[in-house]
């Protein structure tokens, strides 16, 4: 399976996934974004104790976007809930379906939700 055109880098090779979810974020950022990176997963520590962070199923960036309220909503802005999943080419939702259905409550809830694999992916 080849790499995307929108997932090359120098050389030929394909961005890891650290690289395109930094990518994302700047771009993202660029468009009224303002998203943090959200860790979900289990480390073991120096002294031997496990750490656990993040929900599990829950994105990979977590955060909002602004948005200009119309005449009819008084002029405020306000901040909708956003959610990106980011996967390289070869990436998959979990098996258990546990992100995309976070993706899909907070689609119905109003928010942005959606998996992303390139800047173009950003809605």
Known sequence: M????????GGGG???ETTLR???QIEAS????????????KYR???GRVLSSGIPGTSDLIGWRTVIVTQEMVGEKIAVFAALEVKTFKGRPDQ???QENFLKVV??????GKFVRSVEDIP
């Open 2 to 9: 080849e790499c995307p055109t929108s997932q090359k880098i």
């Open 14 to 16: 394909c961005m890891n």
């Open 22 to 24: 930094k990518l994302i």
């Open 30 to 41: 660029r468009r009224g974004y303002r998203l943090l990176r959200n860790q979900v997963g």
């Open 45 to 47: 520590l120096p002294d």
């Open 96 to 98: 258990e379906g546990k």
């Open 107 to 112: 689609r119905l809830a109003g928010g942005i």
